[in-house]
Structures are given as structure tokens and as C-alpha cells.
């Protein structure tokens, strides 16, 4: 069983940036593709961004150019960059780890496994 645990929210500023981090316990990672996902207040869950073990990444059209994700496979744990943030970027951030060898779109809520709790992240304007 794989747990996953973000940290990292919390309140900033429009503008400024913020640095999450989800690390996994239980087994190695090194084969499976880990997501970011968020759901703002009264919207559905939605993809934010995407790293395969390989390293290559996916982002949502909302959030490129201004978040980054990378990851760290020796210690299990992923990181994603938020730059430039904005008032609609207020949501709880999760992060789910799915298996490369049964998925091919790591966009979808459905090629994942794994889930974390959340970590909030409020942008004040």
C-alpha cells in the first residue's frame, strides 16, 4: 500500500510563489507517473500538472508557464513549482501516483492509484 502525503500550502499572496511536496511511503515510485491535481471551492477536481518517472511533464493550459513539477526518485517525492500565483489558483492541491504500466494518460483522475489528503493553498488579491 503506497501513502502519500503533500505539504507545502498555505496562504500567499497574488504574485508571489510556493513550493509543494508530496512524498511517498510503502514502496518505490520509479515506475509510476505522479499527478497534481486541485479542486477549488464548489468546482469539480481538476489536472493541474504531470510527471512521468522518466521525468517528461504535462500541464494544464491554466498553469503553464508558471507552475513547474520535477521529482526526485531516490527519495520518493514529487515538487511543484507555483510562480506567479493567482486569486483562481485557490483550491486543495492533491497529489496521486499511477501505475505506467496499465495507464498512458496521466491527465485523467482514473490513471491513478494513489491519492493524498490535500494541502490548501489560498491566494489572496
Known amino acids: 500500500q503506497v501513502q502519500l502525503v503533500e505539504s507545502g500550502g498555505g496562504l500567499v499572496q497574488a504574485g508571489r510563489s510556493l513550493r509543494l511536496s508530496c512524498g511517498a511511503s510503502?514502496?518505490?515510485?520509479?515506475?509510476?507517473?505522479m499527478g497534481w491535481f486541485r479542486q477549488a471551492p464548489g468546482k469539480e477536481r481538476e489536472f493541474v500538472a504531470a510527471?512521468?518517472?522518466?521525468?517528461?511533464?504535462y500541464y494544464a493550459d491554466s498553469v503553464l508557464g508558471r507552475f513547474t513539477i520535477s521529482r526526485d526518485n531516490a527519495k520518493n517525492t514529487m515538487y511543484p513549482q507555483m510562480n506567479s500565483l493567482k486569486p483562481e489558483d485557490t483550491a486543495v492541491y492533491y497529489c496521486?501516483?499511477?501505475?505506467?504500466?496499465?495507464?498512458?494518460?496521466?491527465?485523467?483522475?482514473?490513471?491513478?492509484?494513489?491519492w493524498g489528503q490535500g494541502t490548501q493553498v489560498t491566494v489572496s488579491s
Open positions: 510503502g514502496r518505490a515510485l520509479n515506475t509510476y507517473a
Open positions: 510527471i512521468r518517472s522518466e521525468y517528461s511533464t
Open positions: 496521486a501516483a499511477g501505475d505506467e504500466r496499465f495507464h498512458r494518460n496521466f491527465r485523467l483522475e482514473s490513471a491513478y492509484t494513489y
